[in-house]
C-alpha cells in the first residue's frame, strides 16, 4: 500500500525556468509533510516541510503548497538551477516517528 | 560538527553470511532511526530506536534482521543469514528529539550487494 505517491518519475527542466514537483498521500493521519533531496552515493538532504495547519511554506527558492483536501503536495523551485538536479522525496509522518517517503522524481535542469 | 556516519560504505556478502552495519548519530542525538531503499523505489521505514531501547520496529522483517543501539558505541542493523533480496541500500538517521515533526539528518548510507 503506497501511501505516499510521486507519480512523475522523472522532470526536466530548463534553467531559470519553475520546476513543480508533486506528491499525493493517502494516510488522513499524516499532519506533517517533508521534501528531501538526494545525491547520488549520497544521504537525503532535508530541503523543507510544512505542516498540515498551513498551506505554504517558502524557503527562499523553495517553496511547498499542501492541499489538504485533495491529499496533495507539490515542491516549487524558482529560479530552478544546475545544482538543484537531484532526487526528490516527499515524505508524510503522524503521530509516529517514522517518515512515509514516496518513489522520488528525479529532477534534471538543463542549460 | 560531524554528520550522522555509517560504515561500512559498501559491503558485499555471499548468501547465508551476516551482514553489520553501523551508524552513529550526530553528537547529541539519541534518537536513530533506520531506513531501507530497493533499487528503483523509495525510502522504507525499519526502526526506531532511542538509547538502549527499540521504540518501533513495525517495519524491521521478522526474521534474519535485528538492531541495537547500546549505551555507548554506534547503532548497529544485522542482518543474518543474507538472500540476495536483502541487496539495498540502508540509510540511519538521527534526531535530538523525539517525535514526527523534529527533522531527521541522514547518514550516506551503506550499501549490501548480496552474491
Known amino acids: 500500500d503506497q501511501q505516499v505517491k510521486q507519480n512523475s518519475p522523472s522532470l526536466s527542466v530548463q534553467e531559470g525556468r519553475i520546476s513543480i514537483l508533486n506528491c499525493d498521500y493517502t494516510n488522513s493521519m499524516f499532519d506533517y509533510f517533508l521534501w528531501y533531496k538526494k545525491y547520488p552515493a549520497e544521504g537525503p538532504t532535508f530541503l523543507i516541510s510544512?505542516?498540515?495547519?498551513?498551506d505554504k511554506n517558502e524557503d527562499g527558492r523553495f517553496t511547498v503548497f499542501l492541499n489538504k483536501s485533495a491529499k496533495h503536495l507539490s515542491l516549487h523551485i524558482v529560479p530552478s538551477q544546475p545544482g538543484d538536479s537531484a532526487v526528490y522525496f516527499c515524505?508524510?509522518?503522524?503521530?509516529?516517528?517514522?517518515?512515509?517517503f514516496g518513489t522520488g522524481t528525479r529532477l534534471q535542469v538543463t542549460l | 560538527n560531524a554528520g550522522v556516519m555509517q560504515n561500512p560504505r559498501h559491503l558485499v556478502r555471499r548468501r547465508g553470511q551476516e551482514a553489520r552495519l553501523r551508524c552513529s548519530p550526530m553528537k547529541g542525538h539519541s534518537h536513530v532511526y533506520w531506513y531501507r531503499q530497493l533499487p528503483e523505489e523509495g525510502l522504507k521505514f525499519m526502526v526506531y530506536l532511542q538509547k538502549e531501547n527499540i521504540i518501533d520496529e513495525s517495519g524491521m522483517p521478522k526474521e534474519r534482521f535485528s538492531a541495537e543501539f547500546p549505551k555507548e558505541g554506534p547503532s548497529i542493523l544485522r542482518i543474518q543469514q543474507v538472500v540476495r533480496g536483502d541487496s539495498a541500500a540502508y540509510f540511519c538517521?538521527?534526531?535530538?528529539?523525539?517525535?514526527?515533526?523534529?527533522?531527521?539528518?541522514f547518514g550516506p548510507g551503506t550499501r549490501l550487494t548480496v552474491l
Open positions: 510544512i505542516s498540515s495547519i498551513k
Open positions: 538517521a538521527s534526531s535530538p528529539l523525539a517525535g514526527p515533526y523534529n527533522e531527521q539528518f
Open positions: 515524505a508524510g509522518t503522524g503521530t509516529a516517528s517514522k517518515l512515509t
